[in-house]
Every structure is written in structure tokens, then in C-alpha cells.
């Protein structure tokens, strides 16, 4: 079975930062793109950054220059380092892996900046 666990949500207050996980198991996630997404109460899920198999990466406009997405050397493994928090970046961070029409999803850690 395929799981994607996220780790190291939690509560950090304005220009803290915070540094997200995600394990993937029962695939080699190396031929994966791997991403970020998050999504606020009331708001849809977006796109915070994401990093090819090839390793380029892509970032959402509002996380440019603070938030830096990155892969672990076994490639089942993102990170997502989090400068500069601000209280708008308070939201459930949900790591997913695609590959042709392949998708995958974790069960979200959650991310609370206070102000």
C-alpha cells in the first residue's frame, strides 16, 4: 500500500519558521513529482511548491523567497523549509506525489502562525 505521512506542523508565531516533512512508502517516489499543497478554512486547496523528479522546482506566488521545497537524498522524502511565517500562511499543508495520471495524498499536517 502507498502512504504519504507528513510531519512537523504546529503553532509558530509571525517570522518564525517551521520545517514540513513528507515520507512516502510502498513506491519509489524517486520517479514522482512531489508537492505541497494547502488549504485554509473557507478557501480551496493551493499549490505551495513542488519539485519535479528532475528536481526543478515551482513555487506559489505568495510563498516566493521565504518557503523552500526539497527533496531528501533517498527521493522519498520532501521537505518544505518555512521562513518568514505569516499568520495568511495558517492552513492544513498536504504533501502529494503525481506521475502521468498517478496521484497520491497525505492526511495533512496542520500549520498555525499566530500574530
Known amino acids: 500500500q502507498v502512504h504519504l505521512v507528513e510531519s512537523g506542523g504546529g503553532l509558530v508565531h509571525t517570522g518564525g519558521s517551521l520545517r514540513l516533512s513528507c515520507t512516502g512508502s510502498g513506491s519509489d517516489f524517486s520517479i514522482y513529482a512531489m508537492a505541497w499543497y494547502r488549504q485554509a478554512p473557507g478557501k480551496q486547496r493551493e499549490l505551495v511548491a513542488e519539485?519535479?523528479?528532475?528536481?526543478?522546482?515551482n513555487y506559489g506566488d505568495s510563498v516566493k523567497g521565504r518557503f523552500t521545497i526539497s527533496r531528501g537524498n533517498n527521493k522519498n522524502t520532501v521537505y518544505l523549509q518555512m521562513n518568514s511565517l505569516k499568520p495568511e500562511d495558517t492552513a492544513v499543508y498536504y504533501c502529494?506525489?503525481?506521475?502521468?495520471?498517478?496521484?497520491?495524498w497525505g492526511r495533512g499536517t496542520q500549520v498555525t502562525v499566530s500574530s
Open positions: 502529494n506525489a503525481y506521475r502521468d495520471y498517478t496521484e497520491y
Open positions: 519539485v519535479t523528479s528532475g528536481s526543478s522546482t
